[in-house]
């Protein structure tokens, strides 16, 4: 009596003599542009979305200290320019 091998019916569809290349799937050969956009970059989403946070909070302080110095008040004479 033959053995009744089971297979998963993802596992015809992915058989290598149903792709082009006939490779396993997960053979490696992806380029590294291609592992970099598609792996990494979004690993550092989530840092880089933090760094900015925190780089603009930085900014926003060290903006509000300059116009606070370097504004004129409402209430100050202006300066006159000699004639």
Same mark, same amino acid.
């Given at each position: 009596? +033959?053995?009744?091998?089971?297979?998963?019916? #993802?596992?015809?569809?992915?058989?290598?003599? %149903?792709?082009?290349?006939?490779?396993?799937?997960?053979?490696?050969? @992806?380029? +590294?542009?291609?592992?970099?956009?598609?792996? %990494? /970059?979004?690993?550092? @989403?989530? +840092?880089?979305?933090? #760094?900015? /946070?925190?780089? %603009?909070?930085? /900014? /926003?302080?060290?903006? @509000?200290?300059?116009? #606070? %110095?370097? #504004?004129? @008040?409402?209430?100050?004479?202006?300066?006159?320019?000699?004639?």
């Amino acid at each position: 009596m +033959a053995a009744l091998r089971h297979t998963h019916p #993802v596992d015809r569809l992915c058989s290598p003599s %149903t792709r082009s290349s006939g490779r396993p799937a997960g053979d490696g050969r @992806a380029g +590294a542009l291609s592992s970099f956009v598609y792996v %990494t /970059l979004p690993h550092l @989403a989530r +840092a880089d979305h933090v #760094v900015i /946070l925190i780089e %603009t909070i930085f /900014l /926003l302080t060290v903006f @509000a200290e300059i116009f #606070v %110095t370097t #504004v004129e @008040a409402p209430d100050s004479p202006r300066p006159t320019s000699p004639s």
